[in-house]
């Protein structure tokens, strides 16, 4: 029997790998090895519906049960790869045991930042479905959450805690909500949601020293207030899980280089998910780590795997749900010059369009979730469109790609 396709990591990007893999005609053996005691599940729950008590973690695993024994993958939880020589083509495995390989996907994902202090049982960060049972246990009336953090996950746990009654302060360094993702300016409407929730947000300020006391914990801002709660969660982005390809001597730049198929330097070795900085045709190189991306890129990387040479050139799209509010982003501005906005943002019911040079780069809605998807097709496109057409609503966004 020859040596087994390898997949290092147990995420959304190896689940979806997997099953293309199968899909697409891969009948020798693949070994899933995963360091998590799970099969790859879904994370963007844990922060949602799942922290506050909707749905089950029977509810968040990415296949059912039973699919990859009746695809026939070798599945290992709990097991982690130490270390991969690319010449050999082998990997050791915690314990001792090694395994060679035919061809490998390296999709270890990452892990959350820890800055201020240690997890522990009432300072909490969110990653695993274990950290949100923890931090589930610290929500509800007459509880008092502190959020350190306003990106993503701080702006979702802010927004599920207020509505299981828990009492939140947010601080944010930065000026505004996402704001590094959205501007500014779009980001005081994010403030203006949470506020009207509830949330007393504090902008620009930072953390200090974070305490446990004996019934709660203290967190020390940089203007001197010593902010009280039941418990803190600290939001500050993950780490990429470069360690074993970085040993391995495979290039990493804000996490495992890969070129425009996924595929890295060495011979037969393959970064998708979180952890892999790609050099994305549009976009250059970046590093995505939302559902859809793991998703699309654990998909495509599958058909490299297989000897495709079509790039990965998906614009990339994502979303947040906090409240009542849909909020919808695709493509990737790291800069932009000029933000074109549809609709009213005053109504909460508008499209930005985020342009470099005229081109659009990246795009986002609340309320506008067509905007998005046909926006993805000018930024694919590279498209240069008329301001004035892109920002009147009497004029479809389609009609605005070539040809």
Same mark, same amino acid.
């Given at each position: 029997m020859s040596d087994p396709v390898v997949i290092v990591g147990a995420g959304l990007a190896a689940g979806a790998a997997v099953q293309t893999l199968r899909q697409e005609g891969e009948d020798g053996p693949i070994v899933l090895l995963g360091a998590e005691p799970h099969l790859p599940y879904e994370r963007p729950p844990l922060s949602k519906e799942?922290?506050?008590?909707?749905?089950?973690?029977?509810?968040?695993?990415?296949?059912?049960?039973?699919?990859?024994?009746?695809? &026939?993958?070798?599945?290992?939880?709990?097991?982690?790869?130490?270390?991969?020589?690319?010449g050999d083509r082998t990997v050791e495995l915690e314990g001792g045991d090694s395994l060679r390989y035919r061809i490998l996907l390296l999709a270890t994902g990452g892990r959350a930042r820890v800055i201020g202090a240690e997890p522990s049982e009432r300072v909490c960060y969110l990653r695993t479905v274990e950290d949100a049972d923890r931090l589930r246990s610290h929500l509800g009336g007459g509880k008092h959450l502190l959020v350190v953090g306003a990106g993503f996950i701080g702006c979702e746990v802010a927004a599920s805690a207020r509505g299981l009654g828990t009492e939140v302060t947010m601080i944010e360094r930065g000026p505004a909500p996402l704001n590094r993702v959205l501007g500014e300016g779009m980001g005081r409407v994010l403030a203006e949601i949470h506020r009207e929730h509830g949330v007393d947000l504090r902008l620009e300020t930072g953390m200090g020293e974070v305490r446990e006391t004996d019934g709660g914990v203290v967190v020390e801002t940089d203007h001197g207030e010593a902010l009280e709660g039941d418990a803190v969660v600290i939001g500050a982005g993950i780490i990429?899980?470069?360690?074993?390809?970085?040993?391995? &001597?495979?290039?990493v730049e804000n996490g495992i280089a890969v070129d425009a198929?996924?595929?890295?330097?060495?011979?037969?070795?393959?970064?998708?998910?979180?952890?892999?900085?790609?050099?994305?045709?549009?976009?250059?190189?970046?590093?995505?780590?939302?559902?859809?991306?793991?998703?699309?890129?654990?998909?495509?990387?599958?058909?490299?795997?297989?000897?495709?040479?079509?790039?990965?050139?998906?614009?990339?799209?994502?979303w947040s749900d906090q409240y009542d509010v849909n909020l919808q982003m695709g493509g990737f501005a790291a800069t932009w010059d000029e933000i074109v906005i549809r609709g009213s943002v005053e109504d909460r019911d508008f499209t930005a369009f985020y342009l470099q040079d005229g081109s659009v780069r990246s795009v986002l809605s609340i309320g506008r979730p067509r905007d998005v998807r046909r926006g993805m097709r000018l930024i694919k496109a590279g498209v240069r469109p008329d301001v004035d057409a892109l920002r009147d609503d009497d004029v479809d966004i389609a009609s605005l790609l070539p040809g």
């Amino acid at each position: 029997m020859s040596d087994p396709v390898v997949i290092v990591g147990a995420g959304l990007a190896a689940g979806a790998a997997v099953q293309t893999l199968r899909q697409e005609g891969e009948d020798g053996p693949i070994v899933l090895l995963g360091a998590e005691p799970h099969l790859p599940y879904e994370r963007p729950p844990l922060s949602k519906e799942y922290l506050r008590g909707e749905t089950d973690a029977e509810a968040l695993p990415l296949h059912p049960t039973g699919s990859y024994e009746e695809w &026939g993958v070798d599945a290992r939880t709990g097991v982690r790869a130490t270390a991969l020589d690319v010449g050999d083509r082998t990997v050791e495995l915690e314990g001792g045991d090694s395994l060679r390989y035919r061809i490998l996907l390296l999709a270890t994902g990452g892990r959350a930042r820890v800055i201020g202090a240690e997890p522990s049982e009432r300072v909490c960060y969110l990653r695993t479905v274990e950290d949100a049972d923890r931090l589930r246990s610290h929500l509800g009336g007459g509880k008092h959450l502190l959020v350190v953090g306003a990106g993503f996950i701080g702006c979702e746990v802010a927004a599920s805690a207020r509505g299981l009654g828990t009492e939140v302060t947010m601080i944010e360094r930065g000026p505004a909500p996402l704001n590094r993702v959205l501007g500014e300016g779009m980001g005081r409407v994010l403030a203006e949601i949470h506020r009207e929730h509830g949330v007393d947000l504090r902008l620009e300020t930072g953390m200090g020293e974070v305490r446990e006391t004996d019934g709660g914990v203290v967190v020390e801002t940089d203007h001197g207030e010593a902010l009280e709660g039941d418990a803190v969660v600290i939001g500050a982005g993950i780490i990429p899980n470069t360690e074993l390809a970085e040993a391995a &001597g495979l290039e990493v730049e804000n996490g495992i280089a890969v070129d425009a198929r996924c595929a890295t330097a060495a011979d037969g070795v393959f970064a998708a998910g979180d952890v892999a900085s790609h050099d994305h045709p549009v976009f250059g190189r970046i590093r995505v780590e939302h559902f859809d991306n793991a998703l699309k890129m654990g998909a495509h990387v599958a058909g490299a795997m297989l000897g495709s040479e079509d790039p990965f050139d998906d614009p990339h799209w994502f979303w947040s749900d906090q409240y009542d509010v849909n909020l919808q982003m695709g493509g990737f501005a790291a800069t932009w010059d000029e933000i074109v906005i549809r609709g009213s943002v005053e109504d909460r019911d508008f499209t930005a369009f985020y342009l470099q040079d005229g081109s659009v780069r990246s795009v986002l809605s609340i309320g506008r979730p067509r905007d998005v998807r046909r926006g993805m097709r000018l930024i694919k496109a590279g498209v240069r469109p008329d301001v004035d057409a892109l920002r009147d609503d009497d004029v479809d966004i389609a009609s605005l790609l070539p040809g």
